[in-house]
């Protein structure tokens, strides 16, 4: 799976919209854009997942560039609840890896009351 | 309520005492897969299977066994701990391969061997 880079920590009010970019910058035409987050003691959740088009869903948007090779995973109103490590995956269409997410350290993010 | 559930939650054992942590999920997912958690190394897979009956070593498969016997179970054996396997694992499952489909975690199973 081609890499991802997103910034290691960051910090929101809650209720404030939260901006939390992902650069892929080799991504292949294939790759689906994943992000999953994980809260403390809890197992990975999928949040969202897209190709080309930005997406919505009741958890979150996911804005992706034209030229794909940055995405922004978009909280419209932090909660406490949203408190968590986020972390940007990109899944390609071949078998090759066979359904395996390729985690990396992922974004903290810290939401103030 | 579709789920993927673990068996124990939390496991303290001894080093060669052979264990057994079970998965299962309620989904019908064809793809299912294991995951071990580290500080410092993040998720990285043991094992995965396809389908019954077929399974492959992922990233780390070194001191795990794994069978799938049936589509909704995909146990974890560890035939003789190791004090390295300390670890919090997670069993994960998905309709299918591919990048479109989205995949499920169970809550997770915090092993210590001694």
């Known amino acids: 799976d081609a890499k991802t880079t997103q910034p290691n920590s960051m910090e929101s009010n809650e209720e404030e919209p939260v901006h939390l970019p992902c650069n892929h910058s080799t991504i292949s035409g294939t790759d689906y854009i994943h992000w999953y987050r994980q809260l403390p003691s809890q197992g990975p959740e999928y949040v969202i997942h897209?190709?080309?088009s930005n997406v919505n869903n009741r958890m979150a948007s996911l804005a992706i560039a034209e030229d794909r090779k940055s995405s922004t995973l978009i909280l419209h109103r932090a909660t406490l609840r949203d408190a968590a490590v986020y972390y940007c995956i990109l899944r390609g269409m071949d078998g090759t890896s066979y359904g395996k997410l390729t985690f990396g350290q992922g974004t903290i993010l810290t939401v103030h009351p | 309520e579709a789920q993927v559930t673990q068996n124990p939650r939390y496991l303290i054992t001894v080093t060669g005492k052979k264990l057994t942590v079970t998965c299962s999920q309620n989904m019908n997912h064809e793809y299912m897969s294991w995951y071990r958690q580290d500080p410092g190394l993040g998720l990285r897979q043991i094992y995965y299977?396809?389908?019954?009956?077929?399974?492959d070593k992922g990233d780390v498969p070194e001191g795990y066994k794994v069978s799938r016997k049936e589509k909704r179970n995909f146990p974890l054996i560890l035939e003789s701990p190791s004090p390295n396997q300390t670890s919090l694992y997670f069993c994960a499952s998905r309709l299918g391969q591919g990048g479109v489909y989205e995949q499920y975690f169970g809550p997770g199973t915090r092993l210590t061997v001694t």
């Open positions: 299977s396809m389908n019954v009956e077929v399974t």
């Open positions: 897209g190709l080309t």
